[in-house]
């Protein structure tokens, strides 16, 4: 076996390094424990009443069985951490804005979907 040799400096840079990346990902491990503390948990009905427009729950639990909604089960039961499901309505929101944008500014004649 062929093995690289390597500097004192040369590993003292290294684990400087990779301390350095550990510090890091424990800083943003502490920054979420500290937001999902203090993350609001929501129910069904709670979601329901929380998010915009008119929702029924088959549609939510559609969702969930779809996956297509964050959601966190407990004993069989179904609950929603408020900051997911605020990013969730905003990529929502991002994703109908760009299907817009792609046919704004077609002609009907060009349009493929009618």
Request: aromatic residues 10%; glycine residues 2%; proline residues 3%.
């Amino acid at each position: 076996m062929n093995y690289d040799l390597i500097t004192t400096k040369e590993f003292e840079d290294g684990m400087a390094t990779i301390l350095q990346e550990i510090n890091q990902v424990k800083s943003i491990v502490t920054k979420l424990q500290e937001n999902n503390a203090r993350d609001e948990w929501l129910t069904l009905e709670q979601l329901i009443e929380y998010l915009p427009g008119s929702v029924k729950p088959r549609t939510v639990y559609d969702w969930v069985h779809k996956r297509e909604i964050p959601f966190h089960k407990r004993r069989n039961a179904l609950f929603f951490l408020k900051s997911e499901i605020d990013a969730w309505t905003q990529i929502k929101k991002t994703k109908k804005m760009n299907r817009e944008q792609i046919f704004k500014g077609v002609t009907d004649e060009n349009r493929i979907i009618k």
